[in-house]
């Protein structure tokens, strides 16, 4: 928190390319809730331990064959850091391994610089973040093992047409009249019902369903 009462996310950039990693803290470094504590060629779970970073952004291109060992380790070593990914792999296989590696983001690297912004920051506060192109195919995939939309309760399915409208837990809550943590855990439900880890994948069943 700084002296104005906005907070600020430290932040760790993991790029093995120099300039891109300057240009990325550039970018980020230029926002005032975003203060980059390190700009790291590799990976290194010793470092996150130190530092304790809000979040972690990594190239995921640049990373060796032992990127989800790492990223398991990081976890370990900092069990609060929000992970998001930045890769070239627009494709859903790709995401599916990262999301078995409990990542928080996936961003492809086509985004905007504002729009990598936003996903930053929206990852830093506790929510997720996954670009929706690669999230539909990924969706697509596992279509044939999702249980059908009816097993939602009526709670639920109003909860996923409010997420597929863009609103965060406290304002489903306040929608609702729910607590927070009540909404959090409907969404848990929701999540292991429809077999899906992200809030654009439910928002993206949502459209096809029609529920929203």
Do not use: W
């Amino acid at each position: 928190m700084t002296t104005t009462g906005v907070r600020r996310f430290r932040t760790i950039v993991v790029e093995s390319q120099p300039i891109i990693g300057k240009a990325l803290c550039h970018l980020l470094g230029g926002d005032r809730e975003i203060e980059v504590i390190s700009d790291a060629r590799s990976l290194d779970e010793a470092s996150v331990a130190v530092h304790q970073p809000d979040l972690l952004l990594i190239d995921m291109d640049g990373c060796d064959a032992s990127f989800d060992d790492t990223i398991a380790a990081c976890r370990e070593a900092s069990a609060g850091t929000r992970i998001i990914v930045l890769t070239s792999h627009a494709v859903p296989q790709v995401m599916q391994r990262c999301l078995a590696c409990k990542i928080d983001g996936y961003v492809v690297k086509d985004i905007s610089p504002g729009e990598l912004m936003r996903a930053c920051k929206t990852v830093a506060r506790g929510e997720n973040y996954f670009d929706a192109r690669v999230a539909g195919g990924l969706l697509r995939r596992i279509t044939a093992e999702r249980p059908a939309e009816d097993e939602l309760s009526l709670r639920e399915s109003e909860i996923v047409r409010l997420i597929a409208n863009g609103l965060s837990n406290r304002e489903i809550g306040d929608r609702l009249y729910l607590s927070e943590k009540t909404v959090k855990n409907h969404i848990s439900r929701i999540f292991s019902k429809l077999q899906l880890t992200a809030r654009t994948q439910v928002a993206i069943y949502a459209i096809r369903q029609g529920i929203a």
